[in-house]
């Protein structure tokens, strides 16, 4: 586990907020994230929920495939991530909320960004960041 979350930080959850709110859509996109490269560029994602689900893709797999589309790398890697929901109509309470990424999301990031803060909502400590490997300790290897 990391530091707690800076100030900076909030530009991130402001980013994904902002995105699901805009383009909240039953059954299509409840989840939102966004991304910061070292260069402090800000790229968001939008979950596309599909009827067939295994075709669906998930916010932080599109934020992370539109930053290496726009030049993220080893020269300006994904340094922050975080992922946002917005509840169902049907829900008592209407707040976006911070969630933690996939299982699949989370074997993505140790692939494409295993140094990045994963900004998480932890019901005892308020707002923390971890590491991908924090969140997925025993990372899926390829054998040679």
Known sequence: MTAAITPDDQALIDAATALIKRRYAVGRHHIAAALRTRSGKIVTGLHLDTYVGRASVCAEAVAV????????????????????????????????????????????????????????????????????????????????
């Open 65 to 144: 495939g539109q930053a290496m589309a726009d030049g993220a790398g080893p020269d300006d890697p994904i340094t922050d991530i975080v992922s946002v929901r917005h509840p169902r109509p049907t829900e008592q309470h209407q707040t976006v909320q911070i969630v933690a990424p996939c299982g699949i999301c989370r074997e993505m990031l140790r692939d494409f960004a295993p140094e990045a803060r994963v900004l998480l909502a932890d019901a005892e400590q308020g707002l923390r960041a971890y590491h991908p490997s924090d969140l997925l300790p025993l990372k899926y290897h390829r054998q040679p």
